[in-house]
């Protein structure tokens, strides 16, 4: 809570440096302790968007609470779109606000 999944076609050169920078814009962005945020970085994917294999991505948030996707989805766009040099036209982001008592970490639910 919350988690960010990254999937594109793109072949990541440094993941570590894309994985912190992802933590730490997420975290600020959906005002959340970084110590509980967790991101997954699946690159060179087999991916088609639009017709096409040119670079693209998927993002995928889930959180509790805190998610504004009307606000948020210019920044994310533009953030994955610099790091990953990917048109935002390519970038596609899902929201999911996760119910407390269905998310747990420590051996108990947040809820």
């Known amino acids: 809570m919350p988690l960010l999944n990254i999937s594109t076609n793109k072949k990541i050169k440094n993941e570590q440096i894309l994985l912190v920078k992802s933590s730490e814009f997420i ?9 509980f945020v967790m ?19 998927f993002i995928e948030i889930k959180s509790i609470g805190s998610l504004e996707p009307s ?6 766009c533009d953030f994955f779109s610099n790091e990953l040099d990917i048109s935002n ?7 999911q606000d ?4 269905m998310w747990a970490w420590n051996s108990r639910t947040f809820g």
Do not use: A, T
Not at 89 to 95: C, E, G, T
Not at 98 to 101: E, L, T
């Open 98 to 101: 996760v119910d407390p008592k």
């Open 39 to 57: 991101v997954k970085l699946i690159d060179s994917l087999n991916m088609c968007f639009s017709g096409n294999n040119e670079p693209c991505c």
């Open 27 to 35: 975290s600020s962005l959906l005002k959340k302790p970084e110590n």
């Open 71 to 76: 606000e948020m989805s210019k920044p994310i």
């Open 89 to 95: 036209k390519r970038i596609y982001i899902f929201y």
